[in-house]
């Protein structure tokens, strides 16, 4: 019962590296987010794919790039990191429409930039 | 654009006490709308999902009811517990699937 599944659970990185966050998913959903959340606030949405071979942005893009691999993988690559990208990700699935497609979250990765 | 809003930002109730959760959209054309719960740095559970044509779901102590038309939803927990304690957001999902967080909740539950 892996569900939604994480790499790294932590990271820190030095100002201008690089790094990419893995998410894969094995419930044979289409549709795959990543979210940043800061101190006291909601869910922020950076990318998000409906469907392999889309991509879009969601309210909080600059920065950020994404790969939807194959229907599992959805990947977020940070190319030159930055104090204000410290944060926690959280990668999350769901299917198509609105019949029975809850959300699945993956258990998030601890991002701190110095 | 979708726009979720949560108030309050937090709450505190003493034990035994009904919880009252409130999450209001701007667009009411949603697929669906998911309850969640998060514990201080950990990920988040799903408490209840309700489709778009449905008008409230329950499970246990918990009830969810939706108006799509006025865009808002409710979460009821009865009989609050310090266990309850935690932040609860909501979600839409909408045009395209994509999914839109409120900002939140956090519940205070004092025994």
């Given at each position: ?41 909601g ?72 | 654009?979708?726009?979720v809003t949560q108030i309050p930002a ?11 959760l409130n999450c209001s ?63 609860y957001l909501c ?10 967080f409120g900002g939140g909740t ?6």
């Amino acid at each position: 019962n892996a569900g939604v599944t994480q790499t790294p659970k932590f990271q820190v990185l030095k100002t201008g590296q690089s790094m990419t966050l893995q998410c894969a998913q094995d419930m044979n959903h289409n549709s795959m987010y990543w979210y940043r959340q800061d101190p006291g606030m909601g869910l922020r949405l950076i990318y998000y794919s409906a469907s392999e071979g889309t991509t879009d942005k969601g309210e909080v893009p600059n920065g950020y790039n994404v790969s939807r691999l194959n229907k599992r993988e959805f990947s977020l690559r940070l190319e030159s990191a930055a104090p204000s990208q410290t944060s926690v990700y959280f990668c999350a699935s769901t299917d198509l429409g609105g019949m029975n497609t809850e959300a699945f979250f993956g258990q998030g990765t601890r991002l701190t930039v110095v | 654009k979708q726009e979720v809003t949560q108030i309050p930002a937090a709450l505190s109730v003493p034990e035994g006490e009904n919880l009252v959760l409130n999450c209001s959209f701007t667009d009411s054309a949603i697929y669906n709308l998911q309850w969640f719960r998060q514990d201080p740095g950990k990920g988040l559970t799903s408490l209840l999902l309700i489709q778009s044509s449905q008008r409230e779901q329950t499970s246990g102590r918990l009830n969810a009811s939706l108006d799509k038309s006025s865009g808002r939803s409710t979460l009821y927990i009865a009989a609050s517990q310090p266990g309850d304690s935690a932040t609860y957001l909501c979600a839409v999902k909408a045009a395209g699937n994509k999914l839109t967080f409120g900002g939140g909740t956090r519940v205070l539950v004092k025994p």
